[in-house]
């Protein structure tokens, strides 16, 4: 048996500002951040399991001491009797009553209760020599439904509908995993498209994109309708009609302007429109899909947990859900997100970019290849191409595809250079 | 011209789990908390503005750290020109980009924001001599309105029909004014009804709220529907018919069992039920509300934000508001959320207790009967008899109404011996 024997927090920061990386409507100048958290254990295999909260800059700190807030509650514990049930170990930290209180299930703490259960996804991964996805992959219909909190989904989904998704899923796992160890997952990509690029850099970075092989780019919108219309136009004559073009508002409207904005795009065929308003404003989602509709509504970046998730579904609100490895609680909650989108027939597309959300999250989408809806049709992972090389397996890209990862662990390792070098605070141990 | 010179924040803690004191069916053991601010300025008038975010114990921490990140915003500015525009100070916080990625309007964060937003009220209350309620009802209708973002909420309520609410409410402010002072505002409390409980100390304490002059008391449930029926039998008998009693399961169950639960419990006369489930789920209140017609539901001590709010009245899913002083950012939003309740025509019963919510919150309703509603009818604020020796100027009771505060600012000071007897842990300046 061993135990958690040290829960070292960092709050590390990339000062990605400085090149307007990752701007749009409303996030000028990000500087990609981590509140960063390595569980050690008295094992003598060595492994360590890593997770963190991803932020913008300002605030890291905060987040910071909530991830190491959560983890201090399993310090010293068996590190068995934590991985042996995840399902267990997730539903203590979310019901934790006073860090409750701080959400519930909302917000910082709720982002660091994630960081921890990834963490602990981590380790497991590790222990168990294998990738992530792999790993959920190798779990029963029963194991599966046991990682899930059903507590607000059972007036829209129960256990028995969850293990009858799972067992649905069972025939042909082996043969969808060994077609994303050859080909990989779509992939779609947001980096020739934020805001504060010239036209210029836009259509090379366009260029590039499709040369590359991918075949869904993404612009951000919603400064100044007159500049949006001039970028689409120009990128809809550079990529051509075959290529997707996704914009992304990022929350920055109202319900009745969004619906007005959209119809002034949607000349140049939109993939999606994605954050039309606030991530909290569900009746809204609703009412602006209808008024734009056939033009689909992606949202799920700052959408909180699953009852939110599951509130847009039955609203009919979004067409595409994107679920973020390091928004909700974790793997566990992700979960339940990805069984809600099958329940409902919604194609999942994950947030990703920032700092390590592309390591992390094609671990959820691939196993929700093999194991949940079985499809990749009409599914792509966000992919922005920053930072990848701050990470122990970064991302690998080839042909507007990502490349299975294959090294154990969730993917959300930092190298120790990277953990060194752009530390803001102080390591606490 | 003074300056902001000072930002000191303490981490606060009661050790309120020792009698189990609001203990409920989601809080077993609550130390209730304060994550503490208080802004000093280099003016000669020797005046702090001084704010909190309440907590239930653990986490208490990472709020402090969040209210510290958030206030020192302001550190070394300039007073009057935060406070002579109370309303873009507001949005300056709500709208920092890199705070908003850990919200966004949700959480601790959001509650920081909520303890520096209302520590300027407390200071600016202060500075006019004033009780807030006060200030707050000699403002006028178009001052009133600038307090306000209307950000997500245009297709609900806009800036004019805002300022016409506020302009009907014009004529009378005077009377109403002088009605509060001669008789207070009515209250209910929930004092007798803890979870935690003997049958005997709940009698007791019920027979002693009818005494005092309170006409409704409120009992926790949701943990053994066998003990709530006996409880709630035994608490009906003892007050009688003519005694309002409200039940408050705090979010314990899925919507199917709420309202199972809740007509099981319909033959004692409910006032109201509160907080059914997730407070997220505005879709599971309006089914439950549905449901169980014609018990009213109401809940709010946990809606995060006023597009939460917004939604719950489009939906018609609650008949009751419950504001509260500290979970949104401060005054402002919840002059948002009354305004949104005035409009929707559902009446507003605050959310207190705790550290401090019963100081803080009655000068909103307070102000809602003068400015905003301009009637108390049906209407009570929530009092829990813990606590209050601890404020600089605590609420006082009289026959069941809550006494209008006279003190100059917005109720929020803590004694100074109780910030040093209960610091948890360090001052930070």
């Known amino acids: 048996m061993s135990h958690i024997t040290a829960v070292e927090t960092a709050d590390i920061r990339f000062p990605t500002s400085r090149s307007l990386d990752g ?19 008295d094992a003598d295999d060595g492994l360590a399991g890593d997770g963190f909260v991803f932020t913008i800059g300002r605030g890291n700190n905060i987040a910071t001491e909530a991830v190491q807030t959560v983890a201090e509650m399993i310090r010293g514990e068996s590190v068995e009797s934590l991985l042996d049930d995840m399902g267990a170990t997730y539903r203590r930290f979310v019901y934790d009553s006073h860090l ?15 960081a921890v259960v990834n963490a602990l996804w981590d380790l497991k991964a ?42 649905k899923a069972l025939p042909g796992r082996r043969e969808r995993v060994n077609h994303l160890l050859d080909t990989g997952y779509p992939a779609y990509t947001t980096t020739p498209g934020w805001l504060g690029y010239s036209d210029e850099k836009m259509v090379r970075l366009s260029q590039e994109a499709v040369a590359a092989g991918f075949t869904q780019i993404k612009l951000k919108v919603g400064d100044s309708l007159a500049d ?25 409207w109202d319900v009745p302007e969004a619906i007005e904005w959209i119809r002034a795009l949607q000349p140049y065929d939109l993939a999606w429109v994605e ?28 959408i909180a947990n699953r009852v939110m998730f599951k509130q847009l579904l039955q609203l009919g609100a979004i067409d595409v859900m994107q679920i973020d490895a390091a928004r909700v609680a974790g793997v566990n909650e992700n979960i339940a997100n990805l069984l809600l989108a099958a329940k409902f027939g919604v194609r999942v597309c994950p947030h990703a970019g920032g700092v390590g959300l592309c390591e992390a999250v094609q671990h959820l989408s691939m196993f929700d290849y093999v194991a949940v809806s079985q499809t990749t049709d009409d599914r792509v992972i966000e992919y922005v ?6 990470f122990a397996d970064p991302v690998r890209i080839a042909d507007g595809n990502y490349l299975a990862p294959t090294f154990p662990g969730a993917g959300t390792e930092m190298t120790l250079e990277a953990q060194h070098q752009f530390r803001f605070g102080g390591l606490s141990a």
């Open 23 to 41: 701007s749009d409507a409303m996030n000028l100048d990000p500087d990609y951040s981590a509140a960063y958290l390595r569980l050690a254990t």
């Open 100 to 114: 409750r209180w701080l959400g519930p299930e909302k917000g910082v703490v709720h982002m660091a209760i994630g």
């Open 126 to 167: 590790k222990r168990a020599g294998l990738p992530l996805w792999q790993l959920l992959s190798s779990l029963s219909p029963t194991e599966l439904v046991g990682l899930v909190d059903f507590r607000y989904l059972s007036d829209a989904l129960t256990p028995d509908e969850a293990l009858e998704i799972f067992e």
């Open 228 to 252: 949006d219309i001039r970028r689409l136009k120009l990128a809809r004559e550079t990529v051509g009609a075959e290529i997707k073009i996704a914009v992304d508002a990022n929350q920055r």
């Open 275 to 302: 954050e039309p308003t606030s991530p909290d404003d569900l009746l809204g989602h609703q009412t602006i899909r209808e008024a734009i509709a056939p033009v689909p509504v992606a949202t799920g970046e700052h």
């Open 385 to 390: 191409d920053h930072l990848h090389e701050h």
